[in-house]
């Protein structure tokens, strides 16, 4: 089993920063493909970002090119989000997730049925 811990979530002013961290333990999830995603109230959880077990490869939404950055450091067991220029509409719980299924270096998974493990959330808010 792994258990997904993201904390790093908070309050911020519109066009500021934060940093989400996602901490796995229970074992090693460099060979798994990790992803991001998010939940607003009254709202489907959507896809954010994704990023392959190699690093090699990562993916974004549309909507979030440019401003977010998915990393890995796979001797910490750790992923990351760096969430800029923050819009109010940005608010959500973030979730991140790990595919244990992942067959090749470069693959992102980017639907919630391709993830096996998830964290609890943090919840991030953007302020006007």
């Known amino acids: 089993q792994v258990q997904l811990v993201e904390s790093g979530g908070g309050l911020v002013q519109a066009g500021g920063s934060l940093r989400l961290s996602c901490a796995a333990s229970g074992r090693t999830v460099s060979m798994y493909a990790m992803g991001w995603f998010r939940q607003a109230p009254g709202k489907e959880r959507e896809f954010v970002a994704a990023i392959s077990w190699s690093g090699l490869s990562t993916y974004y939404a549309d909507s979030l090119k440019g401003r977010f950055t998915i990393t890995r450091d796979n001797a910490k067991n750790t992923v990351y989000l760096q969430m800029n220029s923050l819009h109010p509409e940005d608010t959500a719980v973030y979730y991140c997730?790990?595919?244990?299924?992942?067959?090749?270096?470069?693959?992102?998974?980017?639907?919630?049925?391709?993830?096996?493990?998830w964290g609890q959330g943090t919840q991030v808010t953007v302020s006007s």
């Open positions: 997730a790990a595919d244990a299924n992942s067959n090749s270096a470069r693959y992102t998974p980017r639907t919630k049925d391709e993830y096996d493990y």
